[in-house]
């Protein structure tokens, strides 16, 4: 099975109508998406995919904020693409996100940070199951 990874475009990069630029980057890049669908993140579906930071100080504004309006969320295939998304995101912290990158380039605020990548393998394919439904996510 190839490598495949998640991002979120969240409720900021929504409303400030960041989501095409950022699609640009990513097929400007040659990067596959292999599933990608806008919704309304409920807060059940909001504390399983932020279970790890359950019980930090930010952990309830980010929930409040990622169920505030829509977000994208799309699959990405591709050799070491859990990676290169990542890099392609910029560090969590927009002051220290390199220019160029996404967080570098569009967010100031630490948790209004326009999207959101797996960190690892592992977390993606758990992401991946909490909003996909296999038939969503068309390979090959
Ligand atoms: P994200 O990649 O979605 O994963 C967890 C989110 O928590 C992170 O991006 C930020 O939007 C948010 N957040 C808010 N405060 C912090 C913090 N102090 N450290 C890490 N993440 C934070």
Known sequence: MPEQTFLMIKPDGVK??????I???LEKKGLKIVAMKMLQITRE????????HRGKGFYEEL???I???PVVAMVLEGEGIVEIIRNFAGKTNP????CGTIR???AYDLTQNVVHTSDSIVSAKREIINFFEKAEILGK
Do not use: C, N
């Open 16 to 21: 400030r109508r960041l989501v095409g630029d």
């Open 23 to 25: 699609l640009i980057k």
């Open 45 to 52: 579906l909001a504390e399983i995919h932020y279970q790890e």
């Open 63 to 65: 929930i409040k904020f």
């Open 67 to 69: 169920t505030s309006g």
């Open 95 to 98: 002051k220290e996100a390199g």
């Open 104 to 106: 570098g380039d569009y």
